[in-house]
């Protein structure tokens, strides 16, 4: 599956971009960006796929994903 270039939209006036998202379900989306993301995951688990590597997540975890890197939770 060829991943789905992602446009990020800053919010004007800051250098980052921030969504927090609690309670939810993660659905794969194979994508890459521009920007380096970080991603904390504080509760939950699940599979991450970042670049060629697929592996289980268990909380707490954090990825620091670089810039054009193919990447899906």
């Known amino acids: 599956m060829k991943p789905v270039k992602e446009i990020v939209y800053p919010t004007p006036g800051y250098s980052f971009c921030a969504q927090h998202l609690e309670k939810r379900r993660l659905h794969f989306n194979w994508h890459y ?41």
């Open 33 to 73: 960006h521009e920007e380096v993301e970080l991603v904390i995951i504080r509760n939950g688990k699940g599979h991450v796929h970042i670049g060629d590597i697929v592996r289980d997540f268990a909380s707490p975890a954090v990825f620091l994903i670089g810039s054009f890197v193919p990447h899906g939770f």
